[in-house]
């Protein structure tokens, strides 16, 4: 499975950008997808995920309520929608896909990782 995301940008607090990443391979739609980001300084942290089916969609605290993860496993596509953006949203975003069809907040269950993408939030 390779990944691209896309969708990254500057914005200013308050606003929205969405995300995308495609992945190209038979087996995307087996998998989890999650989404991690990178702030400068930071360790890599859990931001969103969602199985396969889509039926289930858990949240870090930090961006519960702001932002939406959804799939189109008939394009190999997850999205990350980011609404109400934040300045402490600014990171490099990550797309991954997980070792089954499970959700999982820890990066070490994820087998594929994108390049990643750079969202910037001006105050």
């Known amino acids: 499975v390779q990944l691209q995301a896309s969708g990254g940008g500057l914005v200013q607090a308050g606003g929205s950008l969405r995300l995308s990443c495609a992945a190209s391979?038979?087996?995307?739609?087996?998998?989890?997808m999650g989404w991690f980001r990178q702030a400068p300084g930071k360790e890599r942290e859990f931001v969103a995920a969602i199985s396969w089916s889509g039926l289930s969609t858990p949240y870090a605290n930090s961006v519960k309520g702001r932002f939406a993860i959804s799939r189109d496993n008939a394009k190999n596509t997850v999205f990350l929608q980011m609404n109400s953006l934040k300045p402490e949203d600014t990171a490099v975003y990550f797309c991954a896909a997980a070792r089954d069809s499970h959700v999982y907040s820890r990066s070490a269950y994820y087998d594929y990782w994108g390049q990643g993408t750079l969202v910037t939030v001006s105050s």
């Open positions: 391979g038979r087996t995307f739609s087996s998998r989890a």
